[in-house]
């Protein structure tokens, strides 16, 4: 057992664990991209449950973006444009029951190029659906 103290966001890390010391593959140049934007709301910050990264504003999830690497993989929730992202060929409900809940999941593969437009207003979306009303109602209208 680590001598580090024991906190409620941080599991206890075991030093012969090889795997303790994963972490999530460098992201794609669009994935940069994408992380940036989502860092840049409100309160919104970076976090590494089960080995992915994800973006959450106030302990809430707004984004997943796997595990990294090439390729660009992205799962937001989607309560006003889901019905029209599911229609796209790279995406699909997210799986785990979260597509019922409005989640979507887009996935690329190295070389695709991926519609980082829509990816962003997707991920604004998003923020919007889970951050506390107050926080949204800061961002500047489109």
């Known amino acids: 057992m680590s001598d580090q103290p024991l906190t409620l966001d941080q599991p206890p ?9 994963d972490q999530p593959a460098p992201p794609s140049p669009a994935e940069a991209v994408l992380r940036a934007a989502a860092l840049a709301y409100p309160e919104a910050y970076e976090d ?3 080995g992915e ?5 106030r302990g ?4 997943f973006f796997g595990m990294g690497g090439p390729g660009v993989s992205m799962t937001v929730k989607l309560p006003d444009s889901r019905d029209f992202a599911v229609m796209q060929p790279w995406a699909e409900p997210t799986g785990y029951n979260l597509g ?16 980082i437009d829509i990816l962003l207003d997707w991920l604004r979306e998003s923020y ?3 951050a506390p009303k107050r926080l949204s109602a800061t961002l ?3």
């Open 13 to 21: 890390v075991d030093p012969d664990d090889e795997a303790a010391d």
């Open 48 to 50: 590494h449950p089960w």
């Open 53 to 57: 990264t994800v973006m959450k504003v």
């Open 60 to 63: 809430k999830v707004f984004v």
């Open 100 to 115: 019922r809940a409005g989640w979507v999941s887009a996935r690329f593969e190295d070389g695709e190029d991926a519609p």
């Open 128 to 130: 919007v659906a889970v």
């Open 140 to 142: 500047h209208p489109r």
